[in-house]
């Protein structure tokens, strides 16, 4: 039985990569002829890359997220990260202005953003693990009051802040695809590619650790230090996202719970590939919907947070019955 879901498992995952790859072949070469090749290759590729780090660190860092917590409705928002984005940008501007270098430079104001969220995710985990070995639920309970103590600063600040001031700061506060920081994509892949080796060894305990606390430790996983070492990468992964596009609240809900849906194997070595793949060619796909069919008229995360929202709903309602 087992095997048999790991075929069909791994046939979903050749399908979803060629799907993915004709997506991205269209989303490149749409449009396209010979006086405007060299512009659009230019503009488009970079940006195809900035798109798959984006989209695949929102599914990777939501089905870790998920898989310690064992709930399929949470996300990695919930630890406020989010909220202390927006609390960045709106501070910036406040204090300096949105002329400053920090707002600005694109490769500053992304780094600030990074190390801002990642200070705040360490404190915050500090603060919870080192008091009397509190849990997960302690910890989401935690994020959910930092993340409305840092929006209720935020709102104050934007009230107070000069209106076309204000305006200038919503262009960073709303996710938006369509003005991704290429500029940042070397950093990006570089932050990957030191997290994959951190993880390494921690991606093979999953598959023991979606069974719970209780049953991870009977079977000899130091669960504290493996839920701890998942934690950092989920924060890391998140801020560099959210840095990169900007909160996307309900992408990897919609994502991860799709491939639960498709994939019926536990192994998440099949769930991570798969919730990437779909995670990467929904963002394309819905991008050529946006630009081809709304002509700009409205914003990708827009209605990634509209579907988001009433498939969340649905989730609730559907656990409500079981």
Request: with cysteine; proline share 2%.
């Amino acid at each position: 039985m087992q095997l048999s879901r790991d075929k069909k498992a791994k046939k979903q995952i050749i399908i979803l990569l060629i799907f993915t790859i004709i997506a991205s072949i269209v989303f490149v070469t749409i449009g396209m002829n010979k006086n405007n090749m060299d512009y659009l290759l230019a503009k488009r590729i970079p940006k195809l890359i900035a798109i798959s780090i984006s989209g695949g660190a929102i599914a990777f860092s939501s089905i870790l997220f998920q898989t310690i917590c064992n709930n399929r409705i949470l996300t990695p928002s919930v630890l406020g990260l989010d909220s202390v984005y927006s609390f960045i940008q709106t501070i910036v501007v406040f204090a300096f202005g949105s002329t400053s270098i920090v707002m600005t430079n694109k490769n500053l104001n992304f780094i600030l953003s990074l190390i801002g969220m990642l200070i705040i995710s360490t404190l915050l985990y500090k603060f919870v693990f080192g008091r009397n070995n509190n849990g997960i639920m302690h910890l989401l309970l935690v994020g959910l009051i930092l993340g409305t103590f840092f929006s209720s600063l935020t709102s104050f600040m934007q009230v107070i802040i000069d209106p076309n001031e204000y305006l200038t700061l919503q262009s960073k506060l709303i996710a938006s695809f369509n003005n991704v920081n290429t500029d940042i994509i070397i950093l990006c892949i570089l932050i990957i590619l030191c997290i994959l080796p951190f993880i390494y060894d921690e991606l093979k305990l999953l598959d023991v650790m979606a069974l719970g606390k209780e049953q991870a430790i009977n079977l000899g996983v130091n669960y504290d230090k493996v839920m701890k070492k998942l934690l950092i990468v989920v924060a890391v992964m998140t801020a560099m996202s959210t840095a990169l596009v900007g909160p996307l609240t309900f992408l990897g809900l919609i994502v991860v719970n799709v491939t639960y849906q498709i994939v019926k194997s536990f192994k998440h070595k099949y769930l991570i590939i798969t919730s990437i793949l779909i995670s990467v060619c929904s963002i394309i796909v819905g991008l050529i919907f946006v630009e081809r069919i709304f002509k700009f008229t409205t914003t990708l995360g827009v209605i990634i947070n509209f579907i988001g929202g009433l498939y969340f709903l649905y989730l609730l309602l559907k656990e409500s019955k079981l």
